[in-house]
């Protein structure tokens, strides 16, 4: 039984040990009644002291998903099991719903961060702090720009990706999704036509057939949109607008070159098309880069930025930066769509920004991100995967087998609990291809580790 502990992390080793057991039960790895592993093995394989291991147990017991017998070890209890039932099944954008899944299943094709990554401590403590000392934080509606503590702590982290704007120019969101459906809701109505990347963000596609506009896709490549197609593509549809990521896109891990950047904005304002810039994954970058919006934001660049990937995504927190005429239209349909955003969320938020501990958060996610990604570059080669690639931050890695169809990786997977994205999900025309987005947090998991080696020996 070999659990994940991570040391540096914030969350409690006797808490990550009970997340990890609880993780390896609900894959069905052992039947009900049927005794765990004695505590002195989990102990020894995992490298942890038995007092931590039996402490983890009590909890599991406590919360009725182990028993124990008169001093013979812990067992699988017969109502954890049986209480696992459909709500529990696995979801992330670009899963297969079709497929078949098992509460358990380790999400590799998914696009956030492990529950067991995510920090309460620091988290816990601005919720309390908001709760004390800010009423209207806990009971008011937020602003329709959203919380001015907040927006000025953004407006610091723009200033370090050299985007210079004023206050004014930031509106704040329910995340990144909620300000890429105020600006397709806003700007754009049925029978529009914009571009987007493919492969791209499966939501993103789902948002716009929801509009009523219609998609033309540009070839990503590992430094960016393939700018000559779009160019070709520019002249050919006259396109009012392109959504682009601009790091660690989704779902290749990719980032804008800055040749490719200078050349998108050149083309856009040739040919007055509006340019979305999809930045989720800012916070998850710390190295030197250019960014569509640090050549000038004005009405024809709009930038989307979110908290969500990073922090919580149950607290969901973005924004949108825009000229100052979109981003009123923006803030018109907001309140009348939402009456705004959760001032409750941005003043948690606001409280983590100000006080440095978000910072101190992202860049420990941003080193465990490294050291997993090396890993999993050289599992990935090791079972003779093609790397769209290799991408130098963020979440994904776009890969495929050599030596296996797309038919033999998802068997191989099922096999092992892994649940991957669909063949589908990231075209914009639903066109099936054998690539699988990689969560790097997830794939030094065991099941994936042995499902990478089972693909290896398929031919």
Known sequence: MELRIDREALVPVVQQIVDALAEWLHRGEMSAGARLPSVRQIARINLLSQSSVVEACERLVAQGVLATRNGTGFFVAVTALAAQGPQDLPWFEGVEEKQSSHVGELKLGCGGLPESWRETDDLSYAIRQVSRTDMAGLFNYSTPLGLPALRQQILKRLKQLNITVDESRILTTAGASHGLDLIVRTLFKTGDCVVVESPGYSMLFDLLRLHGVSMIEVPRTPHGPDTHALEALLLKHKPRGLFINSFYHNPTGSSLAPAVAQHVLQLAKKNGVLVIEDDVYADLHCGSGTRLAALGIDDNVIYVGSYSKTLSSSLRVGFVVAGADVISRLARVKMISSM??????????????????????????????????????????????????????????????????????????????VLLSCATAFSPTGQAHDWQRINVAYACDPRARAFFQATAKAC
């Open 340 to 417: 705004g955003a959760s001032r409750f969320s941005e003043s948690v938020l606001a409280c983590l920004l100000a006080s440095g501990a978000y910072r101190k958060l992202v860049q420990r996610q941003r080193q465990r991100l490294s050291t997993d990604r090396e890993a999993a570059l050289q599992i990935l080669e090791d079972a003779e995967w093609e790397v769209f690639g290799k991408p130098v931050g963020g979440l994904f890695i776009w890969a495929r087998s050599r030596n296996a169809d797309y038919a033999q990786v998802r068997t191989q997977a099922r096999r092992f609990g």
